[in-house]
């Protein structure tokens, strides 16, 4: 039976962050158990081939159930199952949020969460290649860098979103977000830079980390309401326990966290008895507070050359593989633009995820020709779902709601961000390059047409937090802390635990709480004072 002072379950973004630094103290023995096995493969290192991944052994898989919002339709999650877990499958954007997303978090209960608080853990894990700033770190393990060869057809749609009221930005993790660049990737000379990358691979070499891969957390084990290990399965189905001396410490996220908790008898007590569950401590926020971006790919077909059509061309593999250069290197998304879409926000909740290329319905719709996509983004969702079981079996998925446009102001931000992306591209020069529209189509015109479009193709651009959130009152999962409320000896350090989800992409964030998570643990952050 292995046995460590801390045992991680899930080794994606958030528990190769902990691995790396629990371990740093070599009288300490961590054991990381990961679901998935490596991440060896080349559509994982190839940046422009994470679409590859979807619906293959190294993904989870998700669907939710029919969205009310949405026509109706179950909407695709992809979650990685691997070494890195999302950060080997995403698009690798770095995308830090908003200073107010993480006040706000503070005055909803995170005590410590504050911009001011979790700002510098966002420098300690950056070696950002503009250099050290005020806002960007360097020496960190988490390469960030601009794209290293991106399509031309990009600053075109800039200018075209500069003339059409959204002027040009240096760095939109400065101090203001608002505007429209090109991203910041992670990225190391033009191939991903995972979590497994940034900080498990350094530290697996340390003789007190141990990982283990193709292991399949099953439950917590408890002793009372004390934590005191996991059993989990093996890729041959027999059954280990793993016992922790000090803390068992979840790091599977937004939706695996809250399943394992609920698993154990941790959680909403009708519901764990419903589906024949012992309770072990009544915890009704588990599963709860469900929240994730909404995205609508809009997509032109276009006169340019130079997009990343024919990409999977043997030249342009060569290409990657000899130099690492070339339209393999893209993230299909190269660069964005944060827009409000009426007056009086406070901050933008739009943002347009901007590539020379077809994108649809997750890669796996394909056009035979040059195309352009504006992806509007809603970052800042009204509708909030859950995560709950379908069974006792950790085998079984969950089920899964996320009630995305069910809030009236949701579906209309949305429509307005689509006839504001057909506003960017009637503005030159992105212009000249269209032939026609492609999706919705021109034909979409009335403001119902629209918003029928809306519902029926509005997917999720995988960003699931929420659902183990933050907070001091009754329906909060864990404390300021990240302690489990009730239960000893338990921590979920993950996306998990956002009270609100941030104004941009999830993975920047998610390894800032890891990252403070890991101070926590060591008892290197001060306590923080409940918020009033």
């Known amino acids: 039976m292995p046995s460590a002072d801390y045992v991680i379950v899930g080794a ?14 070599p009288s300490t023995r961590v054991l990381l158990l990961e679901a998935g096995g490596k991440d060896s493969s080349p559509n994982v290192k190839i940046p422009a081939a994470f679409a590859n991944q979807f619906h293959t052994k190294l993904d989870w898989d998700y669907s939710t159930e029919p969205e009310p919002g949405c026509a109706n339709r179950r909407l695709y999650i992809p979650r990685g199952k691997m070494l890195g877990g999302s950060s080997s499958m995403n698009a690798m954007l770095y995308v830090r949020g908003r200073p107010l997303d993480y006040d706000l978090w503070e005055a909803q209960g995170a005590a410590g969460w504050g911009w001011d608080d979790v700002r510098p853990y966002f420098l300690k894990s950056e070696d950002n290649s503009r250099g050290a700033s005020e806002h960007h770190g360097v020496g960190g393990p988490l390469k960030v860098t601009d794209p290293k060869d991106p399509r031309p057809l990009n600053q075109k749609i800039l200018d075209s979103f500069d003339r059409s009221g959204v002027p040009r930005t240096a760095d939109y993790n400065g101090p203001e977000q608002d505007g429209a660049t090109m991203f910041q990737v992670t990225q190391r000379n033009g191939r991903r830079w995972s979590a497994a990358d940034a900080f498990l691979r350094p530290a697996m070499k340390r003789p007190n980390l141990e990982v283990v891969t193709n292991a399949h957390v099953q439950r917590i084990e408890l002793d009372g309401t ?27 996220g937004a939706i695996g966290s ?8 941790i959680g909403p007590g009708q519901h764990l008895q419903d589906v024949g569950i012992p309770v072990a401590h009544d915890l009704p926020g ?31 593999l060569l290409q990657w593989v000899t130099r690492r250069s070339g339209p393999l290197t893209s993230t299909a998304a190269e660069s964005v633009a944060f827009w409000r879409s009426r007056p009086g926000l406070p901050a933008a909740d739009i943002q347009f995820h901007n590539g ?17 996509t504006i992806v509007p983004v809603l970052v800042s969702p009204r509708s909030r779902g859950q995560v709950t079981l379908r069974s006792p079996d950790a085998a079984a998925a969950p089920a899964i709601l996320t ?11 949305m429509v307005a961000a689509l006839k504001f992306a057909r506003k960017v591209a009637s503005a030159e020069p992105f212009a000249s390059t269209i032939v026609r529209e492609l999706h919705p189509g021109p034909e979409t015109q009335s403001d119902e047409e629209l918003e029928a479009a809306v519902r029926e193709r509005i997917e999720l651009i995988y960003h699931p937090v929420g659902t183990c959130r933050i907070g001091t009152d009754a329906d909060a999962v864990v404390d300021p802390e990240l302690r489990v409320r009730g239960i000893e000896g338990l921590r979920v350090a993950d996306a998990s635990v956002f009270p609100v989800i941030p104004g941009g992409n999830t993975n920047a964030p998610t390894y800032m709480v890891a990252e403070r998570a890991a101070d926590l643990v060591r008892g290197r952050v001060a306590a923080p004072t409940a918020a009033a």
């Open 12 to 25: 994606g973004s958030a528990g190769c962050v902990l691995a790396n630094r629990l371990s740093e103290d």
């Open 226 to 252: 004390k934590a005191v290990g996991v059993r989990y399965r093996d890729k041959k189905g027999a059954e280990h326990v793993a016992h922790a001396t000090r803390e068992v410490i979840l790091a599977a």
């Open 258 to 265: 809250p399943q394992i908790l609920m698993l154990s008898g």
């Open 286 to 316: 588990v599963g709860r507070n469900l929240q994730d971006h909404p995205m609508l790919t809009v997509l032109w077909e276009v006169t340019d050359q130079e997009t990343l059509y024919g990409a999977d061309k043997p030249a342009k």
């Open 356 to 372: 020379a290329l077809f994108y649809e319905q997750h890669g796996a719709v394909t056009f035979d020709g040059h195309a352009a």
């Open 403 to 413: 009630n995305s446009l069910t809030e009236r102001e949701d579906i209309d931000a």
